[in-house]
């Protein structure tokens, strides 16, 4: 069985792969530009695990997937921290693209096989944003927002079908989404936080496990794993 992870290559994305990987699944993992670290993601779980690993650099094709698709994660996605009268039109189509789009296109091209398997998980990385509203991170903000409303609308759409769909509203999360902050930033941000702390990408991998294992969820829940966001 096998589960389709976007933006793998690191942070959330790799911390999902080597999960899933541990705990039985083969994968199917994308990137946009980084297939070397992919390609050595991928050696490290075939060596650990001994799953199969499918890379794809861009995006999928129905030729890349296998049949038995259980899991989609749907991580792969930009941010830009900047005033909104600042930001460029081909700026704010690229995060729309990567945010929206791209999660459009696997999301049609996945859920086909899981519709006919009449089984399967999409699960789409949200953010706290996305509920709330950033300053400064309005495009990202209204990308995550539109993300939530889609995967409502996807599951009463499959909601006797078969395909589950939820998101994760994520906090502040340690990855290199945050590198725009300096050192000083960072640890004034991170006093605001519940335990003084970002959480880890492992530990957001091990959340989101386990909710999807036992099934702590209902279909089109916007489930939200915050640390102090406000």
Not at 16 to 34: I, M, P, Q, R
Not at 149 to 154: H, M, R
Request: hydrophobic share 40%.
């Amino acid at each position: 069985m096998f589960a389709v992870i976007t933006g793998a290559s690191r942070g959330i994305g790799k911390a999902l792969a080597y999960k899933f990987a541990h705990n039985g699944y083969d994968l199917v993992l994308t990137c946009e530009k980084n297939i070397k670290l992919l390609n050595d993601i991928k050696n490290d779980i075939v060596t650990k695990y001994s799953r199969k690993v499918i890379l794809k650099q861009g995006l999928l094709e129905e030729c890349d997937l296998p049949n038995d698709i259980y899991i989609l994660i749907n991580n792969a996605g930009k941010c830009d921290y900047n005033l909104f009268q600042d930001i460029s039109y081909d700026r704010y189509k690229e995060i729309v693209y990567s945010n929206i789009d791209y999660t459009f296109l696997t999301t049609k091209l996945v859920c086909k096989k899981m519709l006919k398997a009449k089984q399967g998980v999409i699960i789409n990385i949200s953010s706290m944003w996305g509920i709330l509203g950033a300053s400064m991170e309005s495009i990202y903000s209204m990308t995550k927002g539109a993300i939530n409303t889609l995967t409502k609308s996807l599951a009463k759409e499959f909601n006797y079908l078969g395909v589950d769909v939820i998101a994760f509203a994520l906090g502040a999360v340690d990855t290199d989404m945050n590198n725009y902050l300096s050192e000083e930033e960072k640890n004034e941000f991170v006093k605001t936080l519940d335990n003084d702390r970002m959480l880890s990408a492992y530990e957001i991998a091990e959340k989101i496990y386990d909710i999807v294992l036992d099934k702590k969820y209902a279909t089109g829940e916007i489930i939200e794993i915050n640390n102090g966001l406000v």
